[in-house]
């Protein structure tokens, strides 16, 4: 499993002076980037393929307040992928500088083309590198359908 430790700043509270929702999604992702790039799926490659990563949901349930003054360590968890790597979910627990749990997201993205703009499944130099991931015991194999979980498609799109 993978860990990053956070400083909780002044900027990432809220008005109740506990650690604000914006700021559980900003290390959340800082903790997803900085595992890709330890395993070579940085900028950098992302750029080279022109693809980069969209977030369809992320889930989050708190448990306690959690403030300023001690650190926080956030995990991520491999949970889900698809075959051909379009689709993708991780799960981050947040864990207090005594090791107790206070949250838990689970979130669920694709890899999109910077041109095209469609969602598009990874090259096989990536598929690779990720098969070699540590994952979940509750990891599974992603289908399209699965991104639909709690989708409410309004049935007229052209009334939002």
């Given amino acids: ?17 506990h650690l604000a ?28 393929h022109n693809i980069g990563p969209v977030v369809f949901y992320e889930h989050m349930y708190y448990f306690k307040e959690v403030f300023a003054g001690k650190p926080v360590k956030v995990s991520l968890g491999f949970k889900g992928m698809s075959q051909d790597g379009m689709f993708f979910e991780f799960e981050h627990d947040f864990y207090d500088s005594e090791g107790k749990n206070f949250a838990r997201c689970q979130m669920m993205g694709a890899w999109i083309d910077l041109k095209t703009r469609k969602l598009i499944g990874l090259p096989q ?4 590198v990720f098969e070699q991931m540590e994952k979940l015991d509750s990891f599974k194999i992603l289908t399209k359908e699965d991104t639909r979980r709690f989708a409410q498609i309004p049935k007229d799109l052209n009334s939002i």
């Avoid at 499993?1 to 956070?6: A, D, N």
């Avoid at 130099?125 to 690779?128: K, P």
């Fill in 125 to 128: 130099s990536f598929l690779e």
């Fill in 1 to 17: 499993m993978f860990f990053k430790e956070f400083e909780i700043r002044w900027s990432d509270l809220d008005a109740n002076r």
């Fill in 21 to 48: 929702n914006s700021a559980y999604i900003n290390f959340m992702s800082h903790t997803r980037m900085a595992y890709l790039s330890l395993i070579g799926f940085d900028q950098k490659s992302m750029s080279k």
